[in-house]
């Protein structure tokens, strides 16, 4: 048994979130199943925002349509401008933290270089293993 409907009542312009970019158009394409005759869903990429793609679904180009597309287009260059100040901070860390890492290093060198223990004993008296005094702390 077929059922025509005699309404279709549809709220476009809309955009939904999609994991895939195929998805996007299969959706038309299901939106075009549901309406029948003249009228035809249309479809946008616009890109894609925390791992999602956006699709921008229309039936025609107006004003609502143009409020729309910017406000997506927007949400989407705030997302690129979010993520790309995450990764400049996420390289600053890790540039702080090699810097941090290698001042460590270098203070280690120099202390080994420096290093005189309370009873009088010079760097070449320290063992290697544990870097303690021979005569006082060591247990290797």
């Given at each position: 048994m077929k059922?025509?409907?005699?309404?279709?009542?549809?709220?476009l312009p809309?955009?939904?979130?999609f994991e895939?970019?195929?998805?996007?158009?299969?959706?038309a394409?299901?939106?075009?199943?549901?309406l029948?005759?003249?009228m035809k869903?249309?479809?946008?990429d616009?890109g894609?925002?925390a791992?999602?793609?956006i699709?921008?679904?229309?039936l025609e180009?107006?004003d609502?349509?143009?409020?729309?597309r910017?406000?997506?287009?927007c949400?989407?260059a705030?997302?690129?401008e979010?993520?790309?100040?995450r990764e400049?901070?996420?390289e600053k860390?890790?540039?702080?933290q090699?810097r941090?890492?290698q001042?460590?290093?270098?203070?280690?060198?120099?202390q080994k270089e420096?290093?005189?223990?309370?009873?009088?004993?010079?760097?070449?008296?320290?063992?290697p293993?544990?870097?303690?005094?021979f005569?006082?702390?060591c247990?290797?």
């Amino acid at each position: 048994m077929k059922i025509k409907p005699k309404k279709v009542l549809v709220d476009l312009p809309i955009y939904l979130l999609f994991e895939t970019l195929d998805e996007v158009p299969q959706f038309a394409a299901h939106i075009n199943a549901i309406l029948h005759g003249k009228m035809k869903a249309k479809y946008e990429d616009m890109g894609s925002h925390a791992g999602q793609f956006i699709g921008l679904f229309y039936l025609e180009r107006n004003d609502e349509y143009h409020d729309l597309r910017e406000f997506v287009r927007c949400y989407v260059a705030d997302g690129e401008e979010a993520r790309m100040l995450r990764e400049t901070l996420e390289e600053k860390a890790s540039e702080k933290q090699e810097r941090q890492t290698q001042q460590d290093k270098q203070d280690k060198e120099y202390q080994k270089e420096h290093m005189t223990c309370e009873c009088g004993v010079e760097k070449n008296d320290f063992c290697p293993t544990c870097g303690k005094c021979f005569r006082c702390y060591c247990v290797c």
